[in-house]
């Protein structure tokens, strides 16, 4: 084939943004708008779930899910999503990335419809159902990861590859938003038709028994935007770089992509000979020296990234009720306890989720993926350490707004940095018939980061004195000790960052070495 580039892929690199970009982005993109929803929804509910199955007679706060039920409901979806990552990564690299993609959307469908429905009447089943359903949603989401990001960068030019795939990623801000403001209608509309005392005036009366329809509609809600991408999902073409590099199609890819670009493409002649000389495995000497260190960076990076970024939601609940976001649960009713948790995540996410996101959509084309990945994690270590090392007089009320200002600073630069970032490269330096897996195995790293983050640090961040800790938990180091790791965490992404190679403004083929290997032939 020689050093020059397959005429089809090279169509692609030099194209200017056209309409299917944007139609790429959105079909993708609509994919993690529901992935965020559904993973993100679910803290939404977890009070009133509390509230409705586990309630105490007598007791002096309303009823609350269990530790260990608590840490079920909110991480069996996790290990689904870990586990999806890596099976459809693979899956993708195997029989293309079109087929794999409808059925992690119809998988998301029925697991969202299913989770709403969860069985029976009492907290035992109820909880099992849930979670049984929750684990396969996760499935689902997982194989939306490798998929959209490889399906993305296959489809973009080179100029703007990068703000490509990170829109589709910034869905997620937008998901995790839809998730907020239809929680906040759903409890608004219950609350005005049955409305109830609050917890301290009538404990059992403040939970009216059409609250157990709320969770159930928030939960099954994501199963609408994933219905409706299933249909143009399905008419999408494959990618012209699987079909030309690994199914070696170079007809097909050259038709389908001149529908897509109205635009004339002449396939290249077969030469078979050459398509049987080369190709190493993924497990293979070949692969590791290539790119064994890529996928360390890709890997190590996205794990820490994650240990901080699903630590946030330790202290979510102490800084919404410190800065009277949402007032103490006995003062309130089952159904204003959602709409406060709901206004709370709408306002987080506003002012510093989705603006991270799309402040890496702006630049990471002009700057590039590894300098905007080490000034993320760069501040997001300054703004830790800023928040434990003074951490007593952050703990003072009239200073808590100073706290909520670099909290969300913290996540404003995980957002416009490695959050993104990690999603980002490992769609672009590996080669096509690994690609896919490779981003799988990323993003499960990632999704281990996430369940240490979430769970390790629940515990870790409890008070070092057992009287002081949450019902059922141990003792801890404390929210300052965890703080200060959590800073560590992040030099540590600093550092691995320098694994991975810069991949802004050259072609896939460029990146990956696709295409020296095409010349040693």
Known sequence: MGKEQVQVLNALDVAKTQWYHFTAIIIAGMGFFTDAYDLFCISLVTKLLGRIYYHVDGAAKPGSLPPNVSAAVNGV??????????????????????????????????????SGLSFGHDAKTVMT?????????????????????????????????????????????????????????????????????????????????QADYVWRIILMFGAIPAAMTYYSRSKMPETARYTALVAKNMEKAAADMSKVMNMEIQAEPKKEEEAQAKSYGLFSKEFMSRHG???????????????????????????????????????????????????????????????GYWFTVAFIDRIGRFAIQLMGFFFMTIFMFALAIPYDHWTLRENRIGFVVIYSLTFFFANFGPNATTFVVPAEIFPARFRSTCHGISSASGKLGAMVGAFGFLYLAQNQDPSKADAGYPAGIGVRNSLLVLGVINILGFMFTFLVPEAKGRSLEEISGEQEEETKV
């Open 77 to 114: 979806a996790f290990v689904g999503t870990l586990s999806g990552q890596l099976f459809f990564g693979w899956l993708g690299d195997k029989m293309g990335r079109k087929k794999v993609y409808g059925m992690t959307l119809a998988l998301m469908v029925i697991a969202s419809i299913a």
């Open 129 to 209: 159902t849930l979670c049984f359903f929750r684990f396969w949603l996760g499935f689902g989401i997982g194989g939306d990861y490798p998929l959209s990001a490889t399906i993305m960068s296959e489809y973009s030019n080179k100029k703007t590859r990068g703000a490509f795939i990170a829109a589709v990623f910034a869905m997620q801000g937008f998901g995790i938003l839809a998730g907020g403001v239809f929680a906040i209608i759903i409890a608004s509309v219950f609350k005005s038709k049955f409305d109830s005392p609050p917890y301290e005036v009538d404990p059992l009366g403040s939970t009216v028994p």
């Open 293 to 355: 260190l890529h996928l360390l960076g890709t890997t190590s990076t996205w794990f820490l990234l994650d240990i901080a970024f699903y630590s946030q939601n330790l202290f979510q609940k102490d800084i919404f009720s410190a800065i009277g976001w949402i007032p103490p649960a006995k003062t309130m009713n089952a159904l204003e306890e959602v709409f406060f948790i709901a206004r709370a995540q709408t306002l987080i996410a506003l002012c510093s989720t989705v603006p």
